[in-house]
């Protein structure tokens, strides 16, 4: 049996044409699964090697069912992430034309993006919802609606003709989907890496998630995301999961995540991996006193004078 | 025409229940509106005083619609709160007997209250999710489910019976409910308040973040609730919904909203109002040197030194 | 009887030359006085309407006795800065040929800045320190020494002859000297002002001192000067001498002093004035969000939320 | 020839008698010099192993000479550290009355601690400053002056007698002196420690000063002094001499200082070694977050994580 990727399913939606860009995913055996959490706990269980769910979007922000499934359970690892602009197919079967569509089917999540396009060139379709794009395009098969807002990738699947393509109220709209596996040691840095932790504060008073950030702030550390999510203790008790830019081998990155753990109550690592969206070319160099180097350089200085040789 | 309140319906819902626990509720019509952004838009519109919607909760956090909703627009203001525990009772018809229930329907945000409880006493019960718990129980009475999980108040609307009461998961599961209106003066400080904005960074840099909870921090204010959420300028770009203990007349807050709206490129102020959980008696003293007197004491200072009396 | 000045003699040093910069001082009785806690005790009694000594040079630093002086007693202000660059001239009595120098007389503070000229020019000369430069010119007028290094402005009133000028072993040899009166309404800001004040700890404790500091560094306040002044409680137990670049008028150095007011346990105001080396066009602009029309700005946009205008 | 100590002189001082207490002292010969910095510059010549000198008193805080030899030149460190109370005696020869004095001779710097005393039972004395208060003595043996302030010590070796003893202004008054010398390997540290160094800022800016002092705050380190001195660069332009609780090898200390050395311009080590006036049972317990038992379990969990194994 070759190894298994669970993914978030079902088939033909823009999770699964995410993962296909993976070269690795080409080698695995790829299984939807029903649910994020489902996904993850498969992987818990040893039936899966990873699994691929989205964990950002440029609409919602952080996903919250994704990172509430890492922040609890045994610890996980993001081994990669993947961006993926998001823009919509209009879907039909073959010799509907524009002027047949009453209704038209997606999920919820994509009516944001398709808004002002329906107003503009479909203003009496009526919406109804689906579990997915992907179940709205079978809908549309077996004729139950007329036309599925999904990816372009899903005609072929469901037999449907594309009678439109690229739709996107939003410009930039992406979603940003992880590799989730078992711990094991952090791909090696690229030079374009973010590092993901969940914080639990030791306690609550002003200042408190200031001097948290100034962990980062103090090593010259940039965030990328800092999301809050309830610890289940009641109303009004967070954790933060946070997105930073760097590898955890960074020195600048070792020493933050260091201070954080003396501080917080808990500190979950969650990986460090390659940025989809950047290469290292593009990384800004560090800031003066924060380089690999410069750390390096300080720490020998110390020792010198610990051992009198300075 | 009285004046009328939206709010998140349908009727019978743990919404409505909230909002009557408001006295000012008894004076006005209380109008269901299908969403969150319905209701508020129909307070932008003029044609509600005010809207009733929830804002957080032990289980999801901060209610992201509502907060997307308050965010962007033209400004409203948080007039009031309200904290509602969410426990469940389990309605059928009139007759069924707990051995009867094939079939269980409700919210889907309601599913996380009750599985413990479905698993230990209806393990075979099949799960039909509702557009909301009181949608639920009217599907109950119609016959197409057996039973619904929803408030107990929600039996005699719908003519069913509770077989149980009291149900959830997760002790201490609260909801978060907010009256919302147009601009206008804050309700006066009560001992007990909060106060709600939205943050936008100028630009971002390694301590950006660090720097902007430190305007709260120097003047001694604590954070109550900090909930990043996307800009709609791509992935990666958020403003923070920001709850903070004090009220907007309070000299320390006062100080630090002014240097948050030095230091960001948008602060949007939601108002300042008592806090639901808590009473004056309750709040501990401010921390030294950032009562309202001392800050007083201190602008007296500099007054006379700039006028040579000290 | 005219309005009188006290300074620090005797006559004929660089500090009487620094007091008679001043255009003020032409219409004021200028009284030397044997030490600074004298010229000052001699305001704070009414007997002077001023006193005129150093308070800072290149070589010492903040000079202490001026600083305690200032530090203890009832409050004083200071009016004006004049900054005087140091350089010697060799004095003798007519006639005297540099080989005739067996004996050099100057105040100790001098000898740093003539030390390498002397090991060029007179290796052999055997030095006599002197009370003041003044009193070393004196004693070269008596016939008791060969030689004083001295202001070249002594020659005359001693009536010797300047054998060499411009003698300065350090570049930028500057002495800054302060005008020190009784309170009153400081001078109206240049926009090149700086402001001094002393700051005494409520305790001591990690980040205490960062604490303090960052009050200014909040406001974008750039600090020119901390001295640390023993408080009299014993070993280890010091106040600061802060000069921070600003006028106490401005927005951003209230709200800093303010801040101070309350978190420290005592805050002396020692004045705004004109900054000596500097005029307008020289500083630089404050830093983003730090502007008087900012604060303003910010302070107006608290006050219509406060209102409800918003 | 045995190893020689070399001290501020001359012989009779506060100094000598401070460097008495030293166990070790018994074993050097001990060799006054007329200056801190010709002291320092024996060692560095190699011609005593160390150095004994005053760094700190109640009265002036930081000894400038001592500060600036120490900062400048070739790098050395303190090795140990003595705290000595001073009070003086009021030295006569034998068979004078206190009614025969007309005249009173000490260093300057005695007349602060024996002012009240001398107005209250000798208001009619005539002061005379000698260059140190072992000169002093000296010339009243010789007959020049009618009493001498000193230390008691001193009695002996000039042949006088104490007509009073114990003579203190200042309740408190101590004088800091330290044993200083080539760089070698800091004593090990004892519990109750203290960290010297010099810190020269990379540039001016606001908030530059906070945050070398926050590179101590965030590790919890607390300081014990702090004293601006010029760099020679002219006035205003300083470097710090910082004096931190606990010892180069704690994890803290050792942090701060790669902090510093970082971010700064240049950092000199001075050395760690015991405080005098505390042992270690008398050293409050680091804050959370912050012992060497908290930092080497943080460090561990970055390498497992690193690994991969967490």
Redesign the interface.
């Known amino acids: 049996m070759p190894a298994s990727y669970a993914y978030l399913g079902p088939e033909g939606t823009f999770t699964e044409v995410a993962l296909r860009t993976l070269p690795e995913a080409a080698t695995r055996q790829l299984i939807p699964y029903v649910s994020v959490q489902s996904a993850l706990d498969a992987v818990r269980a040893g039936e899966a090697e990873a699994a691929f769910v989205p964990i950002?979007?440029?609409?919602?922000?952080?996903i919250?069912t994704t990172l509430d499934a890492l922040v609890a359970g045994t610890?996980l690892?993001i081994y990669r992430e993947v961006?993926l602009s998001i823009t919509f197919a209009l879907l039909a079967r073959p010799g509907t034309d524009l002027s047949d569509i009453k209704t038209v089917s997606a999920h919820p999540a994509a009516q944001p993006q398709v808004r002002n396009w329906l107003k503009a060139n479909l203003p009496d379709a009526v919406w109804e919802s689906a579990a997915s794009n992907a179940d709205a395009a079978r809908l549309v098969q077996e004729g139950r609606y007329d036309a599925a807002f999904a990816g372009e990738f899903a005609a072929a699947r469901y037999g449907l003709t594309a009678l439109e393509t690229g739709i996107h109220d939003?410009?930039?709209a992406?979603?940003?989907f992880v590799l989730v596996g078992r711990?094991?040691?952090?791909a090696a840095p690229t030079g374009a890496d973010k590092t993901s932790v969940v914080l639990w504060q030791?306690d609550?008073?002003?200042?408190?998630?200031?001097?948290l950030?100034?962990?980062?702030?103090?090593r010259?550390?940039?965030?990328?995301?800092?999301?809050?999510?309830?610890t289940?203790?009641?109303?009004?008790?967070?954790c933060f999961c946070i997105d930073a830019e760097g590898h955890?081998?960074d020195r600048r990155m070792?020493?933050a995540?260091?201070?954080l753990?003396?501080?917080c109550r808990e500190?979950r690592?969650l990986g460090s991996y390659p940025r989809a969206?950047m290469s290292a070319a593009d990384v800004p160099a560090p800031?003066?006193?924060?380089s690999d180097g410069?750390?390096m350089?300080?720490?020998d200085?110390?020792a010198r004078?610990?051992?009198?040789?300075?």
Not at 204 to 211: E, I, M, S, T
Not at 213 to 218: D, K, N, P, S, V
Not at 232 to 238: H, T, V
């Open positions: 950002e979007n440029s609409v919602e922000g952080g919250t610890p690892m961006l939003a410009e930039n992406q979603t940003r711990p094991a040691r952090p030791r609550d008073h002003p200042g408190g998630l200031r001097d950030l100034g962990e980062f702030a103090t010259g550390v940039n965030l990328m995301l800092l999301q809050s999510r309830p289940g203790a009641g109303i009004g008790n967070y955890i081998t070792a020493e995540l260091m201070g753990k003396r501080i500190v690592f969206e800031l003066p006193g924060t410069e750390f350089a300080a720490s200085w110390v004078c610990q051992d009198g040789r300075f």
